[in-house]
């Protein structure tokens, strides 16, 4: 199993508690022939080692991960505007980019990967973990076809919330509405539809190249072939 996206932490407690192993590396790069066996340890892990432990690594990382180990993948979401208020959004490699328009290219970047490759993915809001973490444990146990623990009890990260007022962006209206009803549909655990994946390819036509030109300073580079193409989601979402 792999846990991805933002805050991960919070997400990473779940599989702990229904008894997955934590995997021995962190694939800050993703798994592949660079990163798997480890350069420092030498330990390598197979795809069926996965499957009974769980690989923690940034929404980057996936991108990069090898189709093999993605037997199962949680992608963690947080809200964009508590992304772009956090105080950790002040200082880092990747804040060339304006911090909206970073959430903005993670999710998308997620939401292109897994309907290209067509592995099984559960997106899902830290905000639906905290409001209700043991139906939230169900859930995912449901989605990974596995027993159901018998203590439910979840100890949680202390979380702050800080105020709109301190989020700086140069979004629009209707950027904003995109952001909002993305995040309303996974908050919700509602499908993909075909109207917000072409609202979705609409909106990144409009952004991409901004956040493009900040590309170096992102985790995961823009190579050659997304220069070339058009980088849009599949409309067609694996079932």
């Not at 993703?30 to 929404?59: C, F, K, Q, W």
Request: proline share 6%; hydrophobic share 40%.
């Amino acid at each position: 199993m792999v846990v991805a996206g933002l805050a991960r932490d919070a997400w990473m407690r779940i599989p702990r508690l229904i008894g997955y192993e934590h995997a021995p590396s962190r694939f800050r790069r993703g798994i592949n022939h660079t990163t798997n066996p480890d350069p420092v340890s030498g330990v390598y892990l197979s795809p069926d080692a996965l499957r009974h432990s769980v690989a923690e690594m940034p929404t980057t990382a996936l991108l990069r991960t090898d189709h093999a180990f993605l037997d199962a993948v949680l992608v963690s979401v947080v809200d964009w505007r508590e992304y772009a208020a956090a105080p950790q959004r002040a200082t880092g490699t990747a804040q060339a980019v304006e911090p909206a328009l970073l959430w903005w290219y993670l999710h998308f970047v997620a939401i292109r990967d897994f309907t290209t490759r067509g592995y099984p993915a559960h997106f899902a809001t830290v905000d639906s973990l905290y409001r209700d973490p043991e139906k939230s444990v169900v859930e995912l146990c449901a989605w990974l076809n596995c027993d159901v623990p018998s203590d439910l009890s979840l100890e949680l990260p202390a979380r702050t919330r800080l105020d709109d007022e301190q989020i700086v962006h140069t979004l629009d209206g209707d950027d904003i509405a995109t952001f909002d009803t993305l995040y309303d549909v996974i908050d919700r655990a509602l499908p993909l539809s075909t109207q917000l994946l072409q609202k979705m390819n609409e909106t990144a036509g409009r952004l991409l190249p901004r956040i493009q030109q900040h590309r170096r300073a992102l985790l995961y580079d823009f190579d050659e072939s997304d220069r070339r193409r058009a980088m849009s989601i599949n409309e067609e979402v694996p079932r």
